[in-house]
Every structure is written in C-alpha cells, then in structure tokens.
C-alpha cells in the first residue's frame, strides 16, 4: 500500500493502474499452485486478453518502465499475496471479519511508516481521508466477499475493470487525457470481463439445472 500510494504521487493514474494489473497474472498463478483450483481455457483467455490491453496502454519497451511502474509491480505481487490469503481465510471467516482485522493490523506497519513524515492533517483532508477509508473498506468487503463466494481464477478478470474507471477519473479529476491506447486496451478489457461474465452466468444456470435434475422426485 506505501508503495503504491507513492507511486500514485509520481505516475499518472491510467498508468498506474495499468500495470497494478500484473496481481491477477500472480494471484491466479498463486491460486493454482496454492489453493489447487483449475483455471479453465476460457478464463485464461480472458486473463490473457485482460493483460494484453493493460499492456497496450503502458506499452513496455516504448514507454520507459519508470521508478513509479516498478513500485507499482513490487506492490502488486504482495496484493497477489494478499489476495490468496484472503481466498483462505474466506472459507471460514466473514468478509466483515476479515477486512476488520485487516485494518487493524496495518495501523502498526504504517504508523512506523508515517512517524517519520507526520504532520497534522487539516479538516479537508480529514474528510477526504474518512471518504477513502470508507470506500477502501467497502471495496475490501467487496473482495473477500466475491472471493468467499466463487474461485480466484473466475474473479481475478473483472479486476481489469479498473483500469477503465482509473483512465475517466484521471481525465475529469486531473485532467489526465487519456491516449488513443489507453481506449484499445480499454476496449479489450472490457470485451475479456464481459466474456468472463457471460460464461461464468451460462455454468451457473448449467449447474443449476443440473443439480435440479438431481433432485430425487
């Protein structure tokens, strides 16, 4: 979180959120490895596609891999980390539970962190600190919910999602005119999570009428 935050500090927000799209390349590999799942063709796939638009929009070898896209890939390998940790937990612990003890054992980390930087925030950053904090939890919530509820390998390509919210947020907020790759690559994420959620919605009905049928009369 330190890391990415200060790379959001040095990095535009499109960019940035482009390559934090390398945790769900780790965090999928993680969960095949380590939680056992099997990731279908389909959702390969839609991974692949997701990453080939992020990796449109940074375009490595053309753009310059600065110190804020190195920061951003150190982070996403520990959220991947994370991410396999809370699909463990999410077995036998509420979302609320987990996000809750989550927060809780940050303060000590990054109030090492921020000793050596403090100062007092004013009321405006207070409030905009509050309206983080709770959009941060909602979205945690949000998380270990979806990952309680279906396996890593079908959630994972709906994170790519972000990268299209991050480039309109940049543009009205900042000011941040997104280029005409950041539109490709946006166009092919969406494509790869709209995909994935038609198929995942087609196995749900299957099994379903499955397990109807397989119902004794």
């Known amino acids: 979180m330190l890391m990415f935050f200060y790379a959001l500090s040095i ?10 799209f390398t945790a769900p390349l780790f965090a999928t590999l993680g969960a095949v490895i380590f939680l056992r799942e099997t990731i ?25 891999m600065d110190l804020g896209a190195i920061l951003v890939m150190a ?16 077995r036998t612990e509420s979302s609320l539970t987990i996000t809750t ?19 007092w925030p004013g009321w405006t950053l207070l409030v905009l600190f509050a309206v983080m904090g ?3 939890s909602m979205a945690h919530v949000a ?19 972000r990268l ?13 005119i ?11 994420i969406f494509v790869s999570t709209t995909y994935i959620a038609f198929r995942e919605a087609q196995l749900r009905r299957r099994q379903a009428a499955l397990s109807g049928l397989a119902k004794p009369c």
């Open 11 to 20: 990095t535009p927000l499109a960019k940035v959120s482009a390559v934090s």
């Open 40 to 64: 279908r063709m389909r959702r390969m796939i839609a991974l692949a596609l997701g990453f080939l638009g992020a990796m449109i929009i940074v375009r490595p070898g053309f753009i310059e």
């Open 75 to 90: 982070s996403s390998s520990i959220w991947a980390c994370a991410i396999l940790i809370i699909k463990s937990l999410a």
């Open 101 to 119: 003890y989550q927060n809780i054992f940050l303060i000590p980390f990054t109030l090492f962190a921020a000793y050596f930087f403090w100062s």
């Open 134 to 136: 709770i959009f941060g």
């Open 143 to 161: 998380m270990a919910e979806s990952l309680k509820l279906a396996e890593a390998t079908a959630i994972l390509p709906y994170d790519f999602v």
């Open 164 to 176: 299209i919210w991050a480039s309109c947020i940049g543009f009205v907020i900042f000011g941040e």
């Open 178 to 188: 997104p280029e005409i790759w950041t539109w490709i690559g946006g166009s092919l």
